[in-house]
């Protein structure tokens, strides 16, 4: 009787396993192909470089300062509206971009002197006013696209919209 049971349990365990396989492959063959939908640029995605970007990275990178010894930082606070408020030496300018087609409201490029592209980026969302108190935000920091001394940094209100934020911006080196 015992024996029973058991061809009867592995049989109907190997069916189980049929028809799940069965079904999933009936399901997946069913669903029609992915085509890739033309679409609004994300807003997550980097403006492009343009000319003058270009040209004003290729004159901070001859600038005269050597970049910080390992183990120090190169920092920057900058302001909602793009302005570098304090920074480091090595810190050559930040701007905000100016939001249109393919540009977020809360997008910033900060230059540096040196090449920072395979450098540690930390940015939190931070002023330097009186009262010293952020907005509520949220931050994040990259390489800027084929500029190596530049990193990009994008903003966001606490509900996750894109939003002009100031920020403090710390590479360690």
């Known amino acids: 009787m015992a024996t029973f049971f058991k061809r009867k349990a592995t049989v109907v365990a190997l069916a189980a396993l049929s028809l799940s396989l ?32 270009r040209q004003a990275a290729r004159t901070a ?41 393919g540009v977020s409201p809360g997008q910033y490029q900060v230059l540096l002197d040196y090449n920072v592209s ?25 390489p800027r696209t084929l500029t190596p001394n530049a990193v990009f940094v994008q903003t966001r209100s606490s509900s996750g919209s894109a939003s002009d934020r100031p920020f403090h911006l710390v590479i360690a080196n």
């Open 22 to 53: 069965a079904g999933g492959g009936i399901a997946a063959a069913a669903q029609p192909e992915a085509k890739p939908q033309p679409g609004p640029r994300h807003s997550t995605a980097q403006p492009p470089v343009t000319a003058v970007e």
């Open 61 to 101: 990178m001859r600038a005269t300062l050597a970049p910080p010894a390992a183990g120090q930082v190169a920092w920057a606070v900058v302001a909602a509206n793009g302005t570098l408020l304090q920074h480091s030496g090595n810190v050559v300018s930040s701007f905000r971009f100016t939001p249109g087609i």
């Open 118 to 142: 395979a450098k540690a980026y930390v940015a939190t969302i931070g002023t330097n006013d009186t009262a010293n108190v952020p907005p509520a935000g949220e931050v994040s920091v990259a």
